[in-house]
Every structure is written in structure tokens, then in C-alpha cells.
């Protein structure tokens, strides 16, 4: 998970998803991660608390960037 700039969750070569894909804040995170898109801030986007997941009705993952405040947190992520 980045710190300070935000990345794409997944690189360039991950599969097309069919229906959605679901992003999840690992439940043993410790901080909140921020979930958007490219232009995603430490103060902007959607905020998942550990735990917590939204779903993103796209057909690629590269298209979510993810940022925390803090090293160490992770995503899980499901291609539907």
C-alpha cells in the first residue's frame, strides 16, 4: 500500500474483470486507506476503515489507486 502518492492497486497485466471488483481494507489494518482515482489525496476519495469494502462496478482494477497515511496497511482485492 502507498504512503504519500497514490498508486493503482493492481499493475497493467491483471485480468479484465466481468462484472465488478471489490476492494477491501485488510481487517488487521490499522489505519484508513483511501480508495479513488488517479488525482486521489490524503484527503480526498472514499475511506475504508479496516474491514471495510466498496465495490466498483469497472472492468480494471489499474483504474483504482489507493493511498494510506501510515505503512504497513493492506488491501484484499476479488475480480468478479
Request: proline letters at 8%; hydrophobic letters at 40%; a positive charge.
Amino acid at each position: 500500500m502507498p504512503t504519500g502518492t497514490a498508486a493503482p492497486i493492481t499493475s497493467a497485466s491483471e485480468p479484465l474483470a466481468s462484472l465488478a471488483i471489490v476492494v477491501q481494507a485488510h481487517p488487521e489494518n490499522t489505519d484508513l486507506v483511501r480508495i479513488g482515482g488517479s488525482g486521489l489525496t490524503l484527503t480526498s476519495g472514499n475511506v475504508l476503515a479496516p474491514g471495510q469494502s466498496m465495490t466498483f462496478p469497472i472492468g480494471r482494477a489499474r483504474n483504482i489507486y489507493a493511498l494510506a497515511a501510515s505503512s504497513g496497511q493492506r488491501l484484499c482485492t476479488n475480480v468478479i
